[in-house]
């Protein structure tokens, strides 16, 4: 185990996908910056009590970030908890990382210069431009993309004539499997999430995923039980691997 991972999109069953109402005095933005900076103040405030080893991922909700206060934001937020940004790992979403203005890539430059890892969300879900990732990946503006793996599982819409559906998507194994050949050819890293069954797993392993997070290596977790995993397996060799937590921190 290496860290733990917060991803709203991830505990839908639990925790609401986003916890947001109209306001005639903030707007849209307003409020999913002010819902992220509550999200991160809260995990880092629990990762600080984890064992230096150990890392956080957070997975944003707001798509129009790193705006040009999001440093200035994070680091407040890393300032109050007192835990360092070099083992914070966060995941936009494309449409953030898409933006072209300077400050967006001066916001990049700065989180990677202090060791945090950048990761582009939704990949293979969301229209994923590869263009954008040569950009940003020549640029040294990103080290990786998060990969749901759920997206190899047959469409609902597919049939077959006689015998049971398969677990996994053949069509989509292949198609997926050259396009993740290809972000890698970038120099990028894949981890993966919703890693839930073997077949999920063995798709991971052969595809070169530097992490992955699902029930099949363990089911979502409180921050106290992730505590107190972290205490047992100090000292012990790492395994890469992430956990999710089941409260949205």
């Known amino acids: 185990m290496i860290g733990a991972q917060v991803d709203m999109s991830q505990l839908w069953l639990s925790v609401p996908r986003r916890t947001l109402r ?28 984890w064992p230096d080893s150990m890392r956080l991922m957070v997975s944003l909700e707001d798509d129009q970030a790193p705006d040009g206060d999001f440093n200035g934001r994070l680091n407040g937020v890393l300032e109050a908890s007192g835990f360092p940004v070099s083992r914070l ?7 953030g990382l898409a933006q072209e203005d300077r400050e967006t890539c001066y916001t990049l430059s700065a989180l990677r210069d202090q060791g945090c890892q950048i990761f582009l969300g939704g ?16 640029g040294g503006l990103l080290d990786g993309v998060q ?7 047959p469409s609902g819409i597919s049939w077959q004539q006689s ?10 194994v292949l198609f997926y499997r050259a396009a993740l050949e290809a972000v890698k ?38 921050t106290a039980q992730i505590g107190d995993r972290f205490e047992e397996t100090a000292g012990r060799p790492r395994r ?8 949205g921190l």
């Open 22 to 49: 109209k306001s005639r005095r903030k707007s849209l933005g307003q409020q999913q910056r002010e819902f992220d900076t509550d999200l991160l103040g809260n995990a880092c405030a629990q990762a600080a009590t």
């Open 89 to 95: 790992d966060l995941v936009f979403q494309e449409s």
């Open 123 to 138: 990949f293979g879900s969301a229209p994923s431009s590869l263009s954008l990732l040569r950009e940003r990946a020549v």
């Open 147 to 153: 990969f749901d793996v759920s997206m190899l599982a």
């Open 163 to 172: 015998g049971e559906a398969p677990v996994l998507d053949e069509a989509a």
């Open 185 to 222: 050819a970038l120099g990028l890293k894949v981890r993966g999430i919703g890693v839930d069954l073997p077949d999920l797993l063995a798709f991971a392993q052969k595809a070169g995923f530097i992490e992955a997070s699902g029930s099949i290596f363990a089911p979502p977790e409180t």
């Open 240 to 247: 890469r691997r992430m956990a999710r937590t089941a409260e």
